[in-house]
């Protein structure tokens, strides 16, 4: 691979481009899913291809291409050339990239077992295991289960002599209990909603997750829910669980952060922020306690942004996003980084496959741990507690968000009390923020991964990760979503 | 001449064909896929982002006795394609036995593929990206005069797809397609369109750069409105937005997993007499194959009729289960989904935009709405926000701009409180597949909370 990325890189050069790299990709993924007691998904895929960028004319122009002949190669760089010298005809500004050290190194992510030495059958006969356990439940009348894996290994080459060849594994599991009753249709999904966790790690994940020994209280979950209250509509203390507190972080401070769409580079799909340059080191972004990083060092643990180099060569690091609630770092590029007075990018470009530019993207967005015990964040007369995200949207400049959970609890003098079903809330972001009162401590923190980030044109799917403990809010304004 | 020729398919057929054959297994079904794509993408009055791709997708199930299971690459030189075919059958001896498998469909009784359109415009496949970029700097050109900022992109392509099956199935299908779209901000306002067809010639990026603009300067110095019940004009990519978010329900399979919001329903005008949806392959502004995941021909379906669900969708499997005959729905096997309707028609009016906001006393017009998600599924209640371009409608016509909103609305609702339509156009939106949609006045629309701009 390395010899197809210089021969690339080559090709590019000799056409006279000013700067150029090539990401050469290899990507292999196992799919497996069950529903009913039956093989629902089972598949295997794999791609490989080479992606070249280059900047002539001041301009950028960028060609992926499944062919690594050298003739494949040849016409690539040509494609590449020819559409850098066309966004020339309607560009204001040369390129201005900060500089960057020359980078050399092979790394693999730590892999205790290797997913795909496991065998199919044995992974076929745990979820079969967990679908059976879900399904003893006569109320659950849909029981489905899941796992992926991944497996990437990328050669980035670029003219600054920069060779790195990274290889990130990546496994993903969980399952999801329906139940239809009358005119409801409720779900519990364990351990989180939309696939379940997934993280930079081998099968050791799944061992981990006792995915078999929580099925039956989802499944009795996912039945008591129809006979559980309609969560009410008010403003009162919320207390999300860690997942739920993931894509909270996720929407309204991973998103608003990432300095393309400050700038206005998304302004056409994903959108731009809020959070304009004027209010970098201004803003109070939330309340005192509301620490928050974006860290793509193995230091942070084994998250879906966790990378030794970035997909323009650029070493991993942590950014103090919000400190002590004040406001203080964006996540940028080589090319975005001057435009704060940055003077090197702090390594966030990230590209979804060999066929996709490299865009600012989250690393591993988190809050970090507070101070409190479980009992200490729960330690309220009446309150609200949500867990499992079933719904989310925010609006394009990240200021209006909603989000619905699957359960909810009434919280009654620091204890569960009556179940609640249909739960959702919503909120301004820095309102919500500030509202944060209490962050639960390190040993309730998890490193959730969100594996479907959108964004892009054409778009591009990305994993995230994100850290998170159980928090709660004051004066939050629950059960809009069923407002009549 | 085509990314990808039927005799090169055949000839991957053959090679995979005989692979599996030397495995000793006789029944595979191979999909062949070719792309070529280019995208311009321009922002702050400038081409930020300019790419192009090329891809191919070579996808084996094989099928032995009641197991089945896929192996997918982009590779299609020999020793993949065996790799490929050996991968399939591993997966395949381990999987969990289907009693409900059905063999591989047969030619006959994939049926006739009915007469279908060129899908394929050579000037588009040939746009270079001196086209796309002129093309762009002449729309960034018409928002810069209105002293807008112009964010966007211009995309071209083609595709192939093909899928053959060792019980002598051979479909072909080629097509072209093109996208511009456009956001033009000012200081407090923006405004947005988009267009798609099988060919760049069918769009006009001039028109669709005017709207933009015109809607960024009338929607300027937005003023607050109380979240509430409107009356509202959703233009035909806000209905896109929003209708096309039940479709996946239309599904056999999901109905008989109970995860439909039609599960159970007393299906007999569940929405308004004036509301009619089919599924229509051969119509002239869909794309897409007219064929299945299995190969079976797309039949035309009424999936609403004068309010009441008619039509659901069956792959074979679900067809089977149900003793009737399969519509051409079918995804790719194997899949927990079963099958959906893709090629989405939506009945319109007879009215024409200006009359249907002309016939609003007071009521909100949307341009487009945006992150749309599920808040309920049975009673499809959706969340999302308005964008790029709300206004009150006063006096039968839009007055000025207001701040965007949160809505929580029941598609089902909805789908009984149409007012007045338009004639259907193919609506491009980024919350669901586009379809050809009209623009729908809905009375009771529900507005629950506004944002900040």
Known sequence: ?484 | MNLLEQAECQTIFDRAQRAARAAGVDDIEIYIGANATALTRFANNAIHQNVAERDRTLSVRALIGQRTARATTNRTDDDSIRRVVEEAIALTKVAEPDPALLPLVSPEEAGEIGAAPSRFDSATAATTPEQRALAVKEAIGIVEAASATAAGIFETGEEVEALLNSRGLFRFHTETSARFSITATANDSSGWAKASAVSAGAIDPVVLARSAADKARLSASPRELPPGRYTVVLEPAAVLDLVGQIFADFSATAIFDQRSFLTGRDLAGLFGENVVIHDDAYHPLQSGAPFDGEGVARRALRLVDCGTVRDIPYSRASARRAGVAPTGHGLALPNDTGEMPINIVIAGGGSTLDEMIASVGRGILVTRLWYIREVDPFEKIMTGMTRDGTFLIEGSRPVYGIRNFRFNQSVIEMLRNVVAMSAPVRASGEEAFDLVAPAMTVANFNFTEVTRF
């Not at chain 1, 990083?293 to 998250?303: N, Q, S, Y």
């Not at chain 1, 009556?418 to 919500?432: A, D, H, K």
Request: hydrophobic share 40%; glycine share 10%.
């Open chain 1, 1 to 484: 691979m390395k010899d197809i990325a210089l021969q690339a890189l080559d090709a590019a050069l000799a056409r006279g481009v000013s700067y150029a790299d090539v990401r050469v990709e290899h990507a292999r993924e196992r799919a497996l899913g069950t529903k009913n007691g039956q093989t629902g998904r089972l598949g295997s895929s794999e791609s490989t291809g080479a992606g070249l960028r280059v900047i002539v004319d001041g301009a950028w122009g960028f060609a992926a291409t499944d062919d690594l002949s050298s003739t494949g190669l040849s016409a690539a760089a040509e494609q590449a050339v020819s559409i850098a010298r066309a966004s020339a005809l309607a560009s204001r500004s040369p390129v201005h990239l900060a500089p960057e050290e020359k980078h050399e190194g092979v790394w693999e992510s730590a892999c205790a077992i290797d997913p795909f030495s496991v065998s199919i059958e044995e992974q076929l006969a745990l979820m079969l295991a967990i679908d059976a356990e879900l399904r003893r439940n006569p109320g659950v009348t849909l029981a489905e289960t899941n796992m992926i894996f991944t497996r990437t290994r990328q050669v980035f080459v670029s003219s600054l002599g920069s060779v790195i060849d990274q290889t990130r594994t990546t496994s993903q599991a969980g399952f999801e209990a329906w139940a239809f009753k009358g005119s409801e249709i409720q779900k519990r999904s364990y351990p989180n909603s939309f696939g379940g966790q997934c993280q930079l790690k081998g099968y050791e994940l799944v061992y981990g997750l006792l995915l078999l020994d929580n099925a039956p209280r989802i499944a009795e979950e996912a039945v008591a829910l129809h006979s559980a209250d309609q969560c009410p509509e008010g403003t009162l203390p919320l207390i999300v669980d860690s997942s739920q507190l993931a894509l909270q972080i996720h929407e309204s401070i991973g998103h608003p952060i990432e300095l393309d769409r400050v700038l206005g580079s998304e302004a056409n799909y994903a959108g731009m922020s809020f959070l304009t340059v004027d209010k970098l080191n201004t803003l109070r972004y939330g309340s005192d306690i509301v620490n928050a990083v974006a860290d793509a060092r193995l230091e942070h643990g084994p998250g879906l942004g966790t990378f030794m180099f970035d997909d323009e060569g650029v070493p991993a690091q942590r950014i103090d996003v919000i400190r002590d609630g004040q406001f203080t770092g964006y996540l940028a590029s080589r090319e975005t980084a001057p435009v704060i007075g940055l003077t090197r990018s702090n390594g966030a470009m990230r590209a979804a496959g060999w066929s996709r530019l490299p865009l600012i993207r989250m690393t591993n967005v988190s809050v970090l741990p507070g101070p409190h015990t479980l009992d200490e964040v729960f330690d309220v007369d009446r309150g609200i507690y949500m867990e499992t995200n079933r719904s989310w949207s925010i609006d394009d400049k990240r200021y209006n968000f909603q989000f619905g959970c699957e359960i909810a609890w009434e919280i009654r003098n620091g204890r569960r009390a009556r179940m609640l079903r249909n739960p959702t809330y919503s909120g301004i972001t820095t309102e919500f923020w500030n509202s944060c009162e209490r962050i639960a401590n390190r040993e309730n923190w998890t490193l959730w991964g969100v594996p479907n980030c959108g964004k892009g044109q054409p778009e591009q799917v990305m994993g995230t990760g994100h850290g998170a403990s159980p928090a709660r809010f004051r004066n939050v304004r629950i059960g809009g979503g069923y407002g009549k």
